[in-house]
Antibody
Framework: EVQLVESGGGLIQPGGSLRLSCAAS????????MSWVRQAPGKGLEWVSV???????YYADSVKGRFTISRDNSKNTLYLQMNSLRAEDTAVYYC?????????WGQGTLVTVSS | QSVLTQPPSVSAAPGQKVAISCSGG????????VSWYQQLPGTAPKLLIY???KRPSGIPDRFSGSKSGTSATLGITGLQTGDEADYYC???????????FGGGTKLTVL
């Protein structure tokens, strides 16, 4: 059974850093497109970043230069390193399998950026 | 402002049918597969339709998808109160090299 379990969210001050993790089971992270998608409170879905099986990475303009997607193949885990956080980064962050089409989603982890 | 355009809301009575539209451009819907997601209140999105018109295992055939040019449509027949949710279209944008979603459509079953 495919499962994605995110962790690492929490309350962080503006300008701070946070690393999200997504532990996958039931499939191999490194063999798939893996994405992060976020949803601000009361708002719609916003695609954040993707890492390809070959290692290429892409980012939304809103996070480019501040966020870094990566994976640990030995742990079958996806990461999102978030630096220089802003209030507008406040959202539930979902780990997801896929690129333009997402077939499995994690339950999400809430990141709140506030002083 | 979302790259893909959806109506903010639609409504219909139980047993009736609705269609939710998703409009984009040649770099996204026009040249990539479209998927649709259902998000029930307080839960993660769930895949309803992929590759424009295919249903994952377990999704009832009351849900259907179609694509024509740079637009896509999600159809739901035999509406049930349990279908009340937010629905999103999504695809890849080849020019942006980014995933894109519609702004979401809130379905109310009156």
């Amino acid at each position: 059974e495919v499962q994605l379990v995110e962790s690492g969210g929490g309350l962080i001050q503006p300008g701070g850093s946070l690393r999200l993790s997504c532990a996958a089971s039931g499939f191999t992270v490194s063999s798939n497109y893996m994405s992060w998608v976020r949803q601000a409170p009361g708002k719609g879905l916003e695609w954040v970043s993707v890492i390809y099986s070959g290692g290429s990475t892409y980012y939304a303009d809103s996070v480019k230069g501040r966020f870094t997607i990566s994976r640990d193949n030995s742990k079958n885990t996806l990461y999102l390193q978030m630096n220089s956080l802003r209030a507008e980064d406040t959202a539930v962050y979902y780990c997801a399998r896929g690129r333009g089409q997402i077939d499995f989603w994690g339950q999400g982890t809430l990141v709140t950026v506030s002083s | 402002q979302s790259v893909l355009t959806q109506p903010p809301s639609v409504s219909a009575a139980p047993g009736q049918k609705v269609a939710i539209s998703c409009s984009g451009g040649s770099s996204n819907i026009g040249n990539n597969y479209v998927s649709w997601y259902q998000q029930l209140p307080g839960t993660a999105p769930k895949l309803l339709i992929y590759d424009n018109n295919k249903r994952p295992s377990g999704i009832p055939d009351r849900f259907s998808g179609s694509k024509s040019g740079t637009s896509a449509t999600l159809g739901i027949t035999g509406l049930q109160t349990g279908d009340e949710a937010d629905y999103y279209c999504g695809t890849w944008d080849s020019s942006l090299s980014a995933g894109v979603f519609g702004g979401g459509t809130k379905l109310t079953v009156l």
